[in-house]
């Protein structure tokens, strides 16, 4: 018995396999351009800060990638981090790929459904988490709120993360913590 093709390979598709594969070059291409800093360990909040969402702890898994959606060997890059937030209500933990874009519609009106957006990309060697959302015609128009973190290593080895916040309704607010690693 013969073994059925995948519907990209099979020709049944011939469109979709050509995205598939302009797709799967596209992340192929951004991943050897960005083999990145490591952040993986357990990290301690160093900074003192007032508000109380912001996690006490960190837990970073971050592994290196040898090889591409083929199964073939790819020059080694961060393409995955997951993160364990543990803050003083509880914890989460929350997993990215690092070279997406992407995003979500809910309802099919563009004045009344929301749109969310997420990106997490390498700019350098600082690693930049954007998340938010909004209704109305594009991003930062009607209601819209958006998250920005950027991540990165001081000289002496510490976490500097950058986060900053604003919306329709709310000035942009920054705020920046220092985490030390714990051995």
Known sequence: ??????FFRSGVYPGVRAVLTASFLGISAVATAQ????????????SSVTESPVARALTIEQPLTH??????EMPPAYLRISIR????AGGGTETRMIGVIGGSVSG???RISRRTHHETLWEGNKLVFVDGSYI????RSGEWTERREVWSLTADGSLAIEISTEGAHTARQTQRLVYGRQR
């Open 1 to 6: 018995m013969a073994r059925a093709e995948p």
């Open 35 to 46: 083999h990145g800093v490591d952040f993986s360990g357990r990290w301690a909040l160093q």
């Open 67 to 72: 090889k591409n959606v083929y199964g073939e």
């Open 85 to 88: 937030r543990e803050k003083e």
């Open 108 to 110: 099919t009106d563009h």
């Open 136 to 139: 109305g015609d594009s991003p």
